[in-house]
C-alpha cells in the first residue's frame, strides 16, 4: 500500500505548474490537488507517475466567487469549504446539497470540487451535477487558456478532454433560478452512488419552463438525460408530467452491471432516484414562486 518512487515539485504560480507538467512529460507527471482520488490510485499503483505536481502551493487556486451570474470555483477549492460556502447556497444549491453525498467528512476537507470532476468518475456525484448545471472548466497549458463545457469534458470512464499538458484552474457553474434537487442511492451512507440524479427546474404559471436533468451511474460518464427534459417540458407541473419525465428518462437506458447492482436492477433504481428528484424539485421551485 506504498507508491513507487515518484519525484515531487510545489510551484507557486500556474505558470510554473505548466511548465513542469511539459518539462516531465516523458514521466507520466500528474497534478496533486486534493490527493484523494490520485493518491489511493498511486497506493494500489494502478497509477505510477514519475513526478507529481502538487498544487496547494498556487496562488489564486482557492478562492470562491461570483462573476456575471456564474459561481467559480478555484481547482484548490475543498469540498468542505464550497459545501459551507454562502456563494455557493446562493448561485448553485444543486452543487452544495450533491456535496454533502461525497464520501465522508474527513475526504471533504482534504477533497476538492475540481479534482473530482477532473477524475471523471462515472459513479460520482460532482461529475453529474457539472453536467446538469452547463458548466465550464478552465483549462491552461502550454498554449494558453481554454474552456471545456461539461457536455464535451467527459469522454469516457476517468477519461476527459483535458490534454495531458494541461492543469484545469477552477470550473463555472452557471446560475439556474427555480427548483433543484439532488438525489442517490448508494449501499451505504458515503459510499459511490449506484444512480444518482441531479435535477434543476423553472416555473411560470405553474408550467415547466426549463429543467436540467443529469444522472450518473448509468452509463461509462455521467449522462444529461435530454428525454427526460423534452418529455415535461411545457406541461402542467404535477404527476402526469413527472410519470412522463420518468418514462422517457429512462427508455433506452442499458446500463452494465456490477457487484453492486445489475443493469435492470439500476434501471429500477434509476426510475425511483429520477421520481423523487422530479418531485422535490418541482415542490422547491413553487415554494420560491
Request: hydrophobic letters at 45%; proline letters at 6%; glycine letters at 10%.
Amino acid at each position: 500500500m506504498k507508491p513507487p518512487p515518484f519525484r515531487y515539485s510545489s510551484p507557486t504560480t500556474v505558470a510554473d505548474a505548466v511548465a513542469l507538467l511539459a518539462e516531465h512529460a516523458a514521466d507520466d507527471a500528474r497534478v496533486l490537488a486534493g490527493g484523494q482520488s490520485l493518491v489511493p490510485l498511486m497506493n494500489f499503483r494502478l497509477a505510477q507517475p514519475g513526478h507529481v505536481i502538487d498544487l496547494r502551493r498556487v496562488a489564486g487556486l482557492d478562492t470562491i466567487r461570483l462573476a456575471g451570474g456564474e459561481l467559480v470555483i478555484g481547482a484548490m477549492v475543498r469540498q468542505a469549504t464550497a459545501e459551507r460556502s454562502p456563494e455557493v447556497a446562493l448561485a448553485a444549491p444543486l452543487l452544495a446539497e450533491a456535496l454533502g453525498h461525497v464520501a465522508h467528512p474527513p475526504i471533504r476537507n482534504s477533497g476538492t470540487v475540481v479534482g473530482s470532476i477532473a477524475h471523471a468518475d462515472p459513479a460520482a456525484e460532482l461529475p453529474a451535477v457539472a453536467l446538469a448545471m452547463d458548466a465550464e472548466l478552465t483549462a491552461v497549458g502550454p498554449g494558453g487558456e481554454r474552456r471545456i463545457t461539461a457536455a464535451d469534458f467527459f469522454q469516457g470512464p476517468f477519461t476527459t478532454a483535458l490534454g495531458a499538458d494541461e492543469i484545469l484552474t477552477e470550473v463555472r457553474f452557471r446560475s439556474f433560478p427555480g427548483g433543484h434537487a439532488f438525489v442517490e442511492f448508494s449501499r451505504t451512507h458515503g459510499n459511490f452512488a449506484v444512480v444518482a440524479v441531479a435535477v434543476l427546474v423553472a416555473l411560470a404559471d405553474g408550467r415547466i419552463t426549463r429543467s436540467a436533468i443529469a444522472a450518473s451511474g448509468l452509463g461509462g460518464t455521467p449522462l444529461r438525460l435530454t428525454a427526460a427534459e423534452q418529455a415535461w417540458e411545457g406541461s402542467t407541473a404535477g404527476s402526469a408530467a413527472i410519470d412522463a419525465a420518468v418514462d422517457a428518462g429512462t427508455a433506452g437506458l442499458d446500463p452494465a452491471g456490477d457487484l453492486h447492482a445489475g443493469s435492470a436492477t439500476r434501471i429500477d433504481i434509476a426510475r425511483s432516484c429520477l421520481r423523487e428528484a422530479l418531485e422535490r424539485a418541482t415542490e422547491r421551485a413553487l415554494d420560491r414562486r
